[in-house]
């Protein structure tokens, strides 16, 4: 199956070809409700090809688009398999499959377009983050996504604080500086200036700087275009020392403490998935404190006539959209001409589903939730 993320979702969107067929269900992980699945999926595939009949499809074109549907319905191994949801996205040469860690609503549709929305939610349960696990003995940089982490292979890294002193340079604690004052009698020899006054403290606390200076050298090289936030785990006299050495401006204030060694890479997807929960809901409510603050000098718009075509020129920065659809009709870019349906007739596109597509494509955010109890509708934020 491929992989489901904001990347997917804008490889879908660019896809413009009739027929296009999507089709989402829901899962499950065991019990009858289970077993029971692929029988959900055969009576949605038999819905997409009667709808595909009744657009005068011919036979032959209807078989050779759903033949990945009922090769998946007859894998047995794909069904032993356990996801929360199923989308399938199929057309002309094209096939995507996903499973989902969010439930999906049944949904099945015939159009020009994928239907994305709907993927909305579970493309934010995925939000992506990283996580720095560091501590004397070892250095684990991961990347985590919904219920999976991986860990990244960093180049040119010691493994521990003794790997990075045995290549670092032994006398770094006394340096010879062409300004201090000549030894008496020394034959231009300079005197020695002697950090870490303070004894063996100061040393290690100078050996761990040393340390994570070549370790944030290779976290910075992987993350050097990223904007996901980085969490730092570790006990908590090593993490500021550590701070004081990075560059990546989206490290999190906040930190997993103790031993990094100790915890499992699923027990640090579990634990900085919870820590991250307040940052992203707080991305959200900022965007709403941005919407409401634009409205009142027309730099926002609630209205799906103005939102769609100004999605399509690239002038939508965030869009929030419904868990249902805001509306059905058509949309022609030529012209900007939009007609509206006030209930869903063969051919319509779903409109929200229309601006979230333009609005990913031209790297704009979306949000799958309502703006207030007031606005249950779609509103856009402009960039200009």
Same mark, same amino acid.
């Given at each position: 199956?491929?992989?489901?993320?904001?990347?997917?979702?804008?490889?879908?969107?660019?896809?413009?070809?009739?027929?296009?067929?999507?089709?989402?269900?829901?899962?499950?992980?065991?019990?009858?409700?289970?077993?029971?699945?692929?029988?959900?999926?055969?009576?949605?595939?038999?819905?997409?090809?009667?709808?595909?009949?009744?657009?005068?499809?011919?036979?032959?074109?209807?078989?050779?688009?759903?033949?990945?549907?009922?090769? @998946?319905?007859?894998?047995?191994?794909?069904?032993?398999?356990?996801?929360?949801?199923?989308?399938?996205? @199929?057309?002309?040469?094209?096939?995507?499959?996903?499973?989902?860690?969010?439930?999906?609503?049944?949904?099945?549709?015939?159009?020009?377009?994928?239907?994305?929305?709907?993927?909305?939610?579970?493309?934010?349960?995925?939000?992506?983050?990283?996580?720095?696990?560091?501590?004397?003995?070892?250095?684990?940089?991961?990347?985590?996504?919904?219920?999976?982490?991986?860990? @990244?292979?960093?180049?040119?890294?010691?493994?521990?604080?003794?790997?990075?002193?045995?290549?670092?340079?032994?006398?770094?604690?006394?340096?010879?500086?062409?300004?201090?004052?000549?030894?008496?009698?020394?034959?231009?020899?300079?005197?020695?200036?002697?950090?870490?006054?303070?004894?063996?403290?100061?040393?290690?606390?100078?050996?761990?700087?040393?340390?994570?200076?070549?370790?944030?050298?290779?976290?910075?090289?992987?993350?050097?275009?990223?904007?996901?936030?980085?969490? @730092?785990?570790?006990?908590?006299?090593?993490?500021?020392?550590?701070?004081?050495?990075?560059?990546?401006?989206?490290?999190?204030?906040?930190?997993?403490?103790?031993?990094?060694?100790?915890?499992?890479?699923?027990?640090?997807?579990?634990?900085?998935?919870?820590?991250?929960?307040?940052?992203?809901?707080?991305?959200?409510?900022?965007?709403?404190?941005?919407?409401?603050?634009?409205?009142?000098?027309?730099?926002?718009?609630?209205?799906?006539?103005?939102?769609?075509?100004?999605?399509?020129?690239?002038?939508?920065?965030?869009?929030?959209?419904?868990?249902?659809?805001?509306?059905?009709?058509?949309?022609?870019?030529?012209?900007?001409?939009?007609?509206?349906?006030?209930?869903?007739?063969?051919?319509?596109?779903?409109?929200?589903?229309?601006?979230?597509?333009?609005?990913?494509?031209?790297?704009?955010?979306?949000?799958?939730?309502?703006?207030?109890?007031?606005?249950?509708?779609?509103?856009?934020?402009?960039?200009?």
């Amino acid at each position: 199956m491929d992989s489901l993320d904001r990347d997917t979702l804008s490889v879908l969107a660019r896809h413009f070809e009739s027929p296009s067929v999507s089709i989402l269900m829901p899962m499950h992980r065991a019990g009858a409700a289970k077993e029971q699945d692929p029988i959900r999926l055969k009576n949605l595939i038999r819905s997409a090809e009667e709808i595909l009949q009744d657009r005068e499809i011919r036979q032959p074109q209807i078989d050779d688009l759903m033949r990945p549907a009922h090769e @998946l319905l007859a894998d047995a191994a794909f069904w032993r398999e356990s996801a929360d949801g199923l989308a399938l996205f @199929l057309a002309h040469d094209t096939a995507h499959i996903f499973g989902s860690e969010t439930t999906l609503d049944e949904h099945v549709s015939v159009s020009e377009r994928f239907s994305i929305r709907p993927l909305l939610p579970a493309v934010q349960a995925r939000q992506r983050f990283y996580v720095l696990a560091l501590s004397k003995n070892r250095v684990r940089l991961m990347e985590a996504q919904g219920d999976a982490i991986a860990e @990244l292979e960093l180049s040119d890294v010691p493994a521990n604080l003794e790997d990075a002193l045995r290549f670092d340079d032994f006398e770094s604690h006394v340096q010879f500086h062409s300004g201090t004052p000549a030894v008496a009698g020394g034959r231009g020899r300079r005197s020695a200036m002697f950090h870490g006054h303070g004894g063996a403290p100061d040393v290690e606390k100078e050996n761990l700087l040393r340390y994570f200076r070549m370790v944030e050298r290779g976290v910075h090289a992987h993350l050097r275009d990223e904007t996901a936030p980085l969490v @730092l785990a570790g006990v908590d006299y090593l993490l500021p020392l550590y701070r004081d050495a990075n560059s990546y401006p989206n490290v999190m204030d906040e930190s997993l403490s103790g031993n990094p060694d100790e915890i499992s890479p699923q027990e640090l997807l579990s634990r900085t998935r919870d820590l991250l929960k307040p940052h992203f809901h707080a991305a959200v409510e900022r965007d709403r404190e941005l919407l409401e603050a634009a409205t009142a000098s027309g730099g926002a718009s609630f209205d799906l006539t103005e939102i769609i075509p100004a999605a399509h020129e690239g002038r939508v920065q965030v869009l929030f959209v419904p868990a249902e659809a805001a509306g059905w009709g058509h949309y022609d870019p030529s012209s900007g001409r939009i007609d509206l349906s006030e209930e869903q007739h063969p051919g319509d596109w779903d409109l929200a589903d229309l601006a979230v597509a333009e609005t990913l494509l031209h790297g704009g955010v979306v949000h799958a939730a309502q703006v207030s109890e007031d606005v249950t509708d779609a509103a856009a934020l402009f960039r200009y």
